[in-house]
C-alpha cells in the first residue's frame, strides 16, 4: 500500500504560481510512475501531468502544457508539480496518484493508476 498526501494548494491571483507537493508513505516511490489529476466543479476529472520512474520522461495536458512543471525526488519520496502563469480556469481540487503501470507511453488515464491521495484545492481568482 502507498499512502499518499498532497499539500501547498491554496488562493492565489492569476498570473500567480504555486507549487504542489506529493508526499508518499509505506512504499518507496521509485518504483511508481506518478501523476498528477485535477477536477474542477461540476467537470470530470482530468489529466494535467506524468512522470516516469527516473524522472526523464515527463507528459502533460495541453492545457497546461508550457506552465505547468511536474518533478520527483524519489530519495526524499514526494512528488511536485510546479503551477505558474495560473488562470482561473484553473480552479480545482488536484489529486496525486501513484501507478504500476509497466506498458508502453505514458500513463495518461486515470484508470492506469493504482493509489491516489485525498487532494488539495487551488483556486486562482481573475
Known amino acids: 500500500q502507498v499512502q499518499l498526501v498532497e499539500s501547498g494548494g491554496g488562493l492565489v491571483q492569476a498570473g500567480g504560481s504555486l507549487r504542489l507537493s506529493c508526499a508518499a508513505s509505506?512504499?518507496?516511490?521509485?518504483?511508481?510512475?506518478m501523476g498528477w489529476f485535477r477536477r474542477a466543479p461540476g467537470k470530470e476529472r482530468e489529466f494535467v501531468a506524468t512522470i516516469k520512474w527516473s524522472g526523464a520522461g515527463t507528459a502533460y495536458a495541453d492545457s497546461v502544457k508550457g506552465r505547468f512543471t511536474i518533478s520527483r525526488d524519489n530519495a526524499e519520496n514526494t512528488v511536485y508539480l510546479q503551477m505558474n502563469s495560473l488562470k482561473p480556469e484553473d480552479t480545482a481540487v488536484y489529486y496525486c496518484?501513484?501507478?504500476?503501470?509497466?506498458?508502453?507511453?505514458?500513463?495518461?488515464?486515470?484508470?492506469?493508476?493504482?493509489?491516489w491521495g485525498q487532494g488539495t484545492q487551488v483556486t486562482v481568482s481573475s
Open positions: 496518484a501513484a501507478s504500476n503501470y509497466l506498458g508502453p507511453g505514458y500513463a495518461i488515464s486515470a484508470n492506469r493508476y493504482d493509489y
Open positions: 509505506g512504499r518507496t516511490l521509485k518504483n511508481y510512475i
